[in-house]
């Protein structure tokens, strides 16, 4: 079983729609939870970050964590052409060190 | 903004060669990182540095050894180079321990060995 597991896609959504992307993890002690962008040929780029149980709201992104089910999902409202990229989940690895694991990323396509 | 540079944007190398990734942050963060980025596999750590002089191996050390001299600088060196170390590198630092802060990545360095 892989640490941080997300669906490779590609997720297709119309502009103006919702884009829900999905991340399992598997460390209980795990802490922290990041979204990162990165769009194609460039680094990835923080875009949410969440701590506690429930949602976490930053213009049209919404990062939902339910740590009983270690699951954190990412939600995109008003979706864009530009959001277009590969989003990774990354979840801190317990024991120090601020040491994070990374999914290896959905690809997000929002098409006119 | 942080900001964390690395030297190369592009790189192609001989095997065999040995090979400086440089990487330099302006914020005075502790830790700093070095992972390499293959399709299909994501992000894989490959060493990590929490002050200088320290250094501990990530996941995939193998071929790859470490140096950080200074507090905003971590280089990384593939003592020999070779084709399956074609990727791309991507450097992160980081000012928060335990797990509490995010990672802000440099440009990335993609790397070609042939």
């Known amino acids: 079983q892989k640490e941080v597991e997300q669906n490779s896609g590609p997720l297709s959504v119309p502009e103006g729609a919702i884009a829900s992307l999905n991340c399992t993890y598997s460390?209980?002690?795990?802490?922290?939870f990041f979204w990162y962008r990165q769009y194609s040929g460039k680094s990835p780029e923080l875009i949410m970050s969440i701590y506690s149980n429930g949602d976490k709201e930053d213009g049209r992104f919404t990062a939902q964590l339910n740590k009983a089910s270690q699951y954190v999902s990412l939600l995109i409202r008003d979706s864009q052409p530009s959001d277009s990229a590969t989003y990774l989940c990354a979840v801190n690895k317990p024991g120090g060190y601020n040491k994070l694991i990374f999914g290896a990323g959905t690809r997000l396509a929002v098409h006119p | 903004d942080v900001k964390v540079t690395q030297s190369s944007r592009y790189l192609v190398k001989r095997t065999g060669e040995k090979v400086f990734l440089e990487c330099v942050q302006d914020?005075?963060?502790?830790?700093m990182f070095w992972y390499r980025q293959d399709p299909g596999l994501g992000l894989r750590l490959i060493y990590f540095s929490y002050d200088v002089k320290m250094k501990e191996k990530g996941d995939i050390p193998e071929g790859y050894s470490v140096s950080r001299e200074k507090k905003e600088r971590f280089s990384l060196i593939l003592e020999s180079a070779s084709t399956n170390q074609t990727s791309m590198y991507l450097c992160a630092s980081s000012f928060e321990t335990g797990g509490a802060g995010g990672y802000t990545f440099g440009s990335g360095t993609r790397l070609t060995v042939v």
């Open positions: 914020m005075d963060h502790e830790n």
């Open positions: 460390d209980r002690g795990s802490q922290s």
